[in-house]
């Protein structure tokens, strides 16, 4: 720990609070204007998904080497660069006039988003005695919450008065905003000089870049066959690559003794398929409001806000359900009652009652929610102090990942339901959301064969504490 003066050490959770809304705002403010996104680019709503996908991808991939910038090159710095990267990808973003463009601004924009919640928090974690850490830590994650809470209504309006480009300008004073800040109370902390695992980080990248690629493409048809197959076993021997590679270097990027712990290789394995239709229903349910179901987008924001108060409800219930049932019987059942509240949703239709689809959003929020906690401390509870770092960054780089394939599946299934979104009529794209509802629903079931791999009474002695992504 270092000694801040008093101004410091008061603004410094604020400044890294500042990035934390930046991420989550444009998170959730993205998906409700979708639509009007596609209209003004001459694109159909069901095939915005690269919109989506690039960033997650990147932040993905550039996760790991946060730390590692962060030490070599200063917090202030390093932050800094982040912050007018998210702004300056914004503004790229809202510039853009075609699709490709914009997939190439929310790389930018993703390679600060990649930055911002990582450094923000090392540099607390660094900054703060042990005494004080849990209430700054808390403090950063209030944004979290109320960037989805305000992001889709804000979305749909800004499309309703202005236009689609003010979901991505509306960033930018926050921008500069935050960089004052950071010029003026983040501590420049520069950690030791330890080697980074580059040939670890460029096969990890290039074989979760690659699969992700080929699947996209084998799913919307958008490459040839022969190409998405070449991606595909490219991805997939670079991946074996890094295996073979974690196992003799002395400093992986990721260890692999990690898998040695069995909740944690529960945990991310239940993380990255679990979080198929979960990451899914973000893309998913603001465009079958709008698209399948005609709500205005200001309405379709209003409707997303249930989800994120059920969210914040389910924080308050899943200590004592895993205390009294144990992590086993909590994410085996919660998994199927996951699936199958993403498959409800099928059941929706013109004639649905405006109060039962809030209640059915309620529901989901409080499920996908109470999920997401339940995996995120198995996975992280029974890991020591010299593990602690490197499963938590994977843990990280997998929920990214898995969000991304989980958009990227539910978009081939809606190109393939409507006939890839070719001149569809109405009729057929609502029943293309309501199978594709269903299909993402049974995917996500099958993650409870991974936790049925536990035993009973396994990782029940790990503290439950939500994670601040969730």
Known sequence: ??????????????????????????????????????????????????????????????????????????TRRVFMSAIVLFSGGSLLCAASQTLGQLVAARVVQGMGGALLLPVGRLAILKAFPKDQLLRALSFVTVPGLIGPLVGPTLGGWLVEVASWHWVFLINIPVGVVGCFVTARFMPELIGGEGRFDWPGFLLFGAGMVLVSLSLQGLGEHALPLATSMVLLFAGLAAMAGYWLHAARAPTPLFSMQLFQIRTYAVGALGNLFARLGSGAMPFMTPLFLQVGLGFAPTKAGLFMVPTVLGAMLSKALVEPLVRRLGYRRVLVG?????????????????????????????????????????????TLGDLGPDTASSGNGLLSVIMQLSMSLGVAAAAALLAGFSDHGIAPNPDKVLGAFQATYICVGVLSMLAALIFLQLAHGEGDHARVAPVATD
């Not at 932040?59 to 200063?74: E, F, H, K, N, T």
Request: proline share 6%.
């Open 1 to 74: 720990m270092i000694e801040l003066d008093p101004p410091t050490r008061r603004m410094l959770p604020w400044l890294v609070a500042i990035g934390f809304f930046m991420q989550t705002l444009d998170s959730t403010i993205l998906n409700t204007a979708l639509p009007a996104m596609a209209r003004g680019l001459g694109e159909s709503p069901l095939r915005m998904q690269s919109v989506i996908i690039a960033y997650m991808l990147t932040v993905a991939l550039l996760i790991p080497a946060s730390g590692w910038l962060a030490d070599r090159l200063g």
């Open 334 to 378: 919660n998994t199927l009652l996951l699936g199958v509240m993403i498959a409800s949703f099928a059941l929706i239709g013109h004639q649905t009652p405006a109060w039962l689809l809030i209640a059915q959003l309620s529901v989901f929020g409080v499920v996908n929610s109470l999920q997401f906690t339940a995996m995120n401390t198995l």
